[in-house]
């Protein structure tokens, strides 16, 4: 809902500021859209396809595109106009450098579960008030079946003929496929690419070594320790634009700077041939497993009907005697503790059926993994229910205890708390047996005397002010309760030596003047939630 009051903000406030979108830019950046490309070109049938599939005409999808650029285009203007000053910078890097001196109290609250308890009703009362935190999830337990291509193995035979043959229609269409060798010296994008791989394309026209460039220059760090050699490859193997490239060159020639989502290459033809095949007794076993394996392929494929027929009419155990199959079974479990086949999504939502729940029904056959089908029958069906206050009587009392506990803690936090404030020194009675970790100097990174969560703590109170400690007050993980005092902080402004400090504050003022300025955009132009 947000989107569409920001699209339509973005659209009136456009007209206001005279912001329009040409035919020829949206014709620009549809042909420039992956999706609608076929071979790295822009392909009209490829781009049909994809707007079929969106359900959406070529007229349609224009405006929507239209409508995005024009939202582009506001935005980038509220994004483009925000400043940052020298001095919100300087502030910046004194806030993020300060130096803060004080000291910190750690309050474990296990300490304390010896000396809490609980009443008599306490655990009764929890339970009561609490039930929906005790349901169990509806669960089940499973017997299954599945069925591969490997079922079907033994029943394949493949003869030294069948192997022969396969070989033979190999080197026969060997014959007409070549692979090249090529080297290439590849400049990664970057501010100055192009005119470093011009530059080095002149080094080879005047003489210069390839594979000596290579090695010195590319950004490859897998060829250019071999000169940049990219050994025999057949055609596809790179990237559409480098293929093209080296489609139109001769033997022993270099191609000019060629532009790839990698970056700039300069490409060398060293040599081709026809696709090498091994001899007839290295191929054999591979060819033989080949041919076994698509007919294994073929026949799951003629008996998935007749497999499925069994499972919605019969019996796991008919499927059994009749493919072979064994019939497998699982633990009872639920949506949060399936694992392996069954903690896939399309799995869960087929086993937690409310049809099959009676066990009666076999599951639809479905593909469960590429070549892996399955299906199965509820053994066992446990609906969602409410847990006996004896089942979890135990892991309430724990928690009652550690929260009781937790609140003492937060107490005494609180007693210290005030004392400091007060202007105390050292701790009060009530934590008198505890020991506090004094800090001088410290920074936001330091590490080596309080833990990362303490030291978040410390940076969490306020500056001192008017000579007097400010105080905070936090909790970390594990029940523990942290009360920092800091008497003193020192504002160090370091040398700044990158964009970060700059980065994440216009990256803040961006976020905050773009949520202030779609505010009054919606509310200037009265888009109202509806």
């Not at 806030?95 to 309050?107: A, C, F, M, P, Y």
């Not at 001769?250 to 040599?271: D, R």
Request: aromatic letters at 8%; charged letters at 30%.
């Amino acid at each position: 809902l947000n989107a569409l009051i920001e699209e339509a903000a973005a659209t009136g406030y456009s007209d206001k500021l005279d912001f329009g979108v040409t035919d020829q830019l949206v014709d620009n950046v549809i042909v420039e859209i992956p999706q609608f490309q076929a071979d790295g070109q822009f392909d009209v049938k490829t781009f049909d396809r994809a707007l079929g599939q969106m359900g959406m005409s070529r007229l349609d999808f224009r405006e929507e595109l239209k409508h995005d650029l024009i939202e582009y285009q506001v935005k980038g203007a509220v994004e483009t106009s925000t400043l940052v000053t020298p001095s919100e910078i300087m502030r910046l890097n004194e806030l993020q450098n300060q130096r803060r001196s004080g000291e910190l109290l750690v309050i474990k609250s296990d300490q304390f579960l010896s000396k809490v308890s609980l009443e008599a009703d306490d655990v009764s009362e929890f339970y009561d008030a609490n039930k929906s935190s005790f349901v169990s999830e509806e669960s089940v337990a499973l017997e299954y079946v599945l069925l591969t291509n490997d079922d079907f193995r033994d029943q394949v035979s493949v003869t030294e003929e069948d192997v022969r043959a396969a070989y033979d229609t190999e080197v026969e269409q060997s014959a007409t496929e070549s692979e090249r060798r090529a080297r290439h010296i590849l400049i990664a994008n970057g501010g100055d690419a192009l005119d470093e791989i011009t530059d080095l394309k002149s080094q080879i026209a005047d003489g210069r070594d390839f594979a000596e460039l290579a090695r010195l220059h590319s950004d490859d760090i897998a060829s250019k320790d071999s000169g940049g050699d990219l050994g025999f490859a057949p055609k596809g193997t790179f990237a559409p634009e480098f293929e093209r490239a080296l489609d139109k060159l001769a033997i022993n020639s270099v191609s000019e700077p060629v532009k790839t989502q990698f970056g700039y290459h300069l490409i060398e033809l060293l040599e081709t041939r026809k696709r090498p095949v091994d001899p007839f007794d290295v191929s054999a076993p591979r060819l033989r497993n080949d041919l076994t394996e698509r007919e294994a392929e073929r026949l799951l494929a003629d008996n998935l009907e007749e497999f499925s027929n069994v499972a919605f009419s019969g019996s796991l155990e008919e499927l059994k005697s009749i493919y072979g199959v064994e019939i497998q079974t699982t633990e009872v479990f639920n949506r949060s503790t399936a694992s392996g086949l069954f903690a896939q999504d399309d799995a869960l939502r087929r086993v937690f059926n409310e049809a099959l729940y009676d066990g009666e029904l076999n599951a639809e056959v479905f593909e469960v993994e590429p070549g892996l089908w399955m299906t199965f029958r509820i053994k066992e069906f446990k609906p969602e229910s409410i847990r006996p206050l004896v089942e979890v009587r135990d892991n309430i009392a724990d928690r009652l205890r550690r929260q009781k506990a937790l609140d003492r803690a937060r107490s005494l936090a609180q007693i210290v708390q005030q004392h400091w404030q007060d202007g105390g020194s050292g701790l009060p009675k009530d934590a008198e047996s505890l020991e506090t970790t004094p800090f001088s100097d410290l920074h936001r990174n330091d590490n080596d005397s309080l833990s990362r969560d303490a030291l978040s703590v410390a940076f969490a109170a306020a500056a001192p002010s008017d000579g007097k400690a400010s105080t905070f007050v936090g909790e970390l993980a594990d029940n523990e309760v942290v009360v920092a005092r800091i008497d003193s902080m020192e504002l160090k402004a370091e040398p700044v030596t990158d964009n970060n400090l700059k980065t994440a504050l216009m990256q803040l003022r961006t976020n905050q003047e773009g949520s202030e300025f779609w505010s009054v955009v919606t509310t200037t132009l009265e888009v109202n939630k509806r």
